[in-house]
């Protein structure tokens, strides 16, 4: 994505990143995690403010920090780290909320053309199937693979 994003940093693994996010509200710590699900190959996008309390993220937050394209363009440079280190990843990502859910369908949309030219992105419809990705459609989930990797459809 051509937008602006912040510096990020990564375990070994390219599993973990963490980044501040700087604006009105302070800063405030984020966290991506990806991590393998129950089908080969499936990571989920797991993503959030760092809770101090709980020593882990909470998705569940609201930090209306005024930096949301920033943010959603950090994590997505995220989704191009991890699969340029696991290039046979299929990533899954659903918001925490409906709205968040649409927030990311609208980021998608936004910047289909360039994520096309080095992905594949699939949408999960109400009807319960996994479809290409078609602007102005209704998700409730997306699942997002490079173009060359081998074992996409």
Do not use: C
């Not at 699969?83 to 936004?110: C, H, Q």
Request: charged share 25%; aromatic share 16%; no cysteine.
């Amino acid at each position: 994505m051509k937008q602006a994003k912040y510096q990020y940093r990564s375990e070994d693994l390219f599993h973990y990143y963490e980044f501040i996010s700087e604006g009105p509200k302070g800063l405030i710590k984020k966290i991506i995690e990806y991590t393998e699900t129950s089908t080969e190959n499936v990571y989920n996008l797991g993503f959030g403010d760092y809770d101090e309390l709980t020593k882990g993220v909470n998705d569940l937050s609201i930090t209306n920090n005024g930096d949301s394209l920033k943010v959603l363009a950090t994590v997505a440079s995220t989704v191009y780290a991890f699969t340029e280190k696991y290039p046979e990843a299929w990533i899954f990502a659903t918001g925490s909320t409906a709205v968040r859910t649409r927030l990311y369908r609208m980021g998608i949309t936004n910047n289909l053309a360039e994520i096309s030219e080095d992905f594949l992105v699939f949408g999960y419809n109400r009807e319960g199937n996994w479809v290409p990705f078609v602007t102005g459609e209704d998700y409730e989930a997306f699942l997002l693979t490079k173009k060359d990797n081998k074992f996409a459809i």
